[in-house]
Every structure is written in C-alpha cells, then in structure tokens.
T-cell receptor, first 118, second 113 residues
C-alpha cells in the first residue's frame, strides 16, 4: 500500500518557466492538501481539494498558482512564470473521506518536491 | 500572535535525557498532530490526538482541550531523535476547511551522544 507519492522530488526551473508538481494520494484517500515550506519558515496551507473540486484555496497566491485534482490521475500544483521567491519545499498530504470529528484519521504526507528557481 | 505556538524553538539534549516540547493553540480544533521532519526530508506523522494521551515506543503525546495545550515527550532520547518536531492543529468539523492544518513554527531538537 504505497503512501502519498509526490514527483518529482527535486525540480529546477529558470525564472519565467512553468513548474508542475504532482501528487498521488494514498489508495482510498479522496482529500488532498498542498502545503508550502519556504526556506527558514514553517509550513503554510495552500489549497484543499477533493476529486474535481477545489474546496478551499485561501492559501494560494492570487496569481500564477493553480491546483487541480481531476477525476483520473494525480493532483497537480501548477506554478506559472516562476520567480526566485517560489523556491521552496511543496508537500502534499491526503486523508480519507471525512464523516465527522471522529474521522479524518490517516492524514499522510508525501516526501515533498523541492523547487529551486534559478 | 500565531494561532499555534511551540516552545522551545531550539532544544539541545544529551543522549538519555527526557525531553518535552510544548504546543499551545488559540483556535477551535478537531484534532492536533505531532509531526517529525529531518533536514531535507519528508514529514512523518507521529500522533493525531483529540483527547487524552497516546504512546508509541519512547514517544508520548498528551493534550488538554480545556487549556488548549499539548506536549510531546521523548523518553531516553537518542541522537537519531534529532529532527524538527512540528505541532499542527486541524480545523474543526462543519466548515469547508475541515482537515486543513495550521502549523507551529517547529522545535529543532539536537541530541548529542
């Protein structure tokens, strides 16, 4: 039972290029969360998705960033026209269907994608 | 003021010492997570708590919901415990953000042999 799979592990992009980060949730998990960890800073929420739906994108920068979780395939975090300030570790996490406060068990993180913008 | 505060920010210990890391939060939560991150590494979930106490090996986590406080204890610490320990609170049920985590700034633990 593979965990949350993120790829690539490391990604180098030149300023102005696009970055695509992929996240395949654990089998049976239908909720995906993206978090960003800037150098020397803590983790910050970016976006929460379910299949074909963005539930909460309150942590996403207003421009250049988008996320999707299609019916088939992994969740994608897309950063257009990257800048040096986008250099960070991007973590994806998944959890199963949430039915109430007692559920939401099994919150699992991926190994992250380290994006470097040169 | 951050919604989740951890203390201390840095902690140095000798092998074998008992270690405590504290976490206080100011918002309503459905659960609290303790996470571990090694330098350049991924994030491992150690505990998820909504009440009481949990134990796994040398690690113990407690939570006091009324006081909005949690502690992570490591007994008989070892150099391999050196890592960043992160407290994170989970948004309460009923809102669209249920499941979203808000993180403390992390505690850097170094255990010397």
């Amino acid at each position: 039972n593979a965990g949350v799979m993120q790829n690539p592990r490391h990604l180098v992009r030149r300023r102005g290029q696009e970055a695509r980060l992929r996240c395949s949730p654990m089998k049976g998990h239908s909720h995906v969360y993206w978090y960003r960890q800037l150098p020397e800073e803590g983790l910050k929420f970016m976006v929460y998705l379910q299949k074909e739906n963005i539930i909460d994108e309150s942590g996403m920068p207003k421009e250049r960033f988008s996320a999707e979780f299609p019916k088939e395939g992994p969740s994608i975090l897309r950063i257009q026209q990257v800048v040096r300030g986008d250099s960070a570790a991007y973590f994806c996490a998944s959890s199963p269907v949430v039915l109430g406060p007692a559920r939401g068990y099994g919150y699992t993180f991926g190994s992250g994608t380290r994006l470097t913008v040169v | 003021k951050n919604e989740v505060e951890q203390s201390p920010q840095n902690l140095t210990a000798q092998e074998g010492e008992f270690i405590t890391i504290n976490c206080s939060y100011s918002v309503g939560i459905s659960a609290l997570h303790w996470l571990q991150q090694h330098p350049g590494g991924g994030i491992v979930s150690l505990f998820m708590l909504s009440s009481g106490k949990k134990k796994h090996g040398r690690l113990i986590a407690t939570i006091n919901i009324q006081e909005k406080h949690s502690s992570l204890h490591i007994t008989a610490s070892h150099p391999r415990d050196s890592a960043v320990y992160i407290c994170a609170v989970r948004s309460p049920a009923g809102g669209t953000s249920y499941g979203k985590l808000t993180f403390g700034q992390g505690t850097i633990l170094t255990v010397h042999p």
